[in-house]
């Protein structure tokens, strides 16, 4: 009983390695450019479903009258600025002559 066996061995020709590596380069740029658009969508997701409790707001808060006194008693010796002039934050606005403590 003498069987008659073939082999059969597939060679690839050397054009279709350089097929393959360019394959396997477009597969893996894919997965890349899938795995950016993943994380941007997640991103914008997570930005979109803040909680609305928050509320952010950019203001300008005016005020039309302040209380302003000195921390040691005296009398006011010099006024700099006039009833509705604009100042700035650390801007010396009167001078006073401090009374001696007894």
Do not use: W
Not at 87 to 92: C, E
Request: proline content about 2%; glycine content about 6%; aromatic content about 4%.
């Amino acid at each position: 009983m003498g069987g008659l066996v073939f082999q059969c061995v597939v060679r690839t020709p050397a054009s279709h390695v350089g097929f393959t590596v360019m394959k396997k380069a477009r597969i893996i740029r894919l997965i890349l450019i899938l795995a950016v658009a993943v994380a941007a969508i997640i991103a914008v997701r997570l930005y979109l479903d803040r909680p609305s409790n928050r509320i952010e707001a950019s203001v300008t808060i005016e005020t039309t009258e302040v209380d302003v006194s000195f921390q040691v008693a005296g009398k006011v010796q010099e006024l700099l600025v006039k009833e509705g002039d604009h100042v700035n934050q650390g801007q010396t606005v009167a001078k006073y002559c401090c009374l001696q403590i007894r």
